[in-house]
């Protein structure tokens, strides 16, 4: 198992720009694709992006299609979450999940961080 903590929320202005961050503990990192998902009070977690072990493949949910962007760095142990052009939409808790295959389902990911905060004005 795999252990994640986010980092890198916070409060902007329509527009702008975040970059979020996780963090994962142990030595198997790189065996484990990532995903970046994300819940709104009331709301049903929803999938934002993964990526694969290697890194090579990445998607999108179309929500943020072209103005996010998903990374790896196996040897730091850690997956990013660029956000450009932030809408007040995208305000939620943003969590990072560790999966054995590379998928958009949140019951596929057995491994979540605590989650980080974005909100966005308008």
């Known amino acids: 198992q795999v252990q994640l903590v986010e980092s890198g929320g916070g409060l902007v202005q329509a527009g702008d720009s975040l970059r979020l961050s996780c963090a994962a503990s142990g030595r198997s990192f790189s065996s484990y694709a990532m995903g970046w998902f994300r819940q709104a009070p009331g709301k049903e977690r929803e999938f934002v992006a993964c990526?694969?072990?290697?890194?090579?493949?990445?998607y999108y949910a179309d929500s943020v299609k072209g103005r996010f962007t998903i990374s790896r760095d196996n040897a730091k142990n850690t997956v990013n979450l660029q956000m450009n052009s932030l809408k007040p939409e995208d305000t939620a808790v943003y969590y990072c999940?560790?999966?054995?295959?590379?998928?958009?389902?949140?019951?596929?990911?057995?491994?979540w961080g605590q989650g980080t905060q974005v909100t966005v004005s308008s």
């Open positions: 999940g560790a999966s054995w295959y590379t998928a958009r389902v949140p019951s596929e990911f057995g491994n």
């Open positions: 990526i694969s072990q290697s890194g090579g493949r990445t």
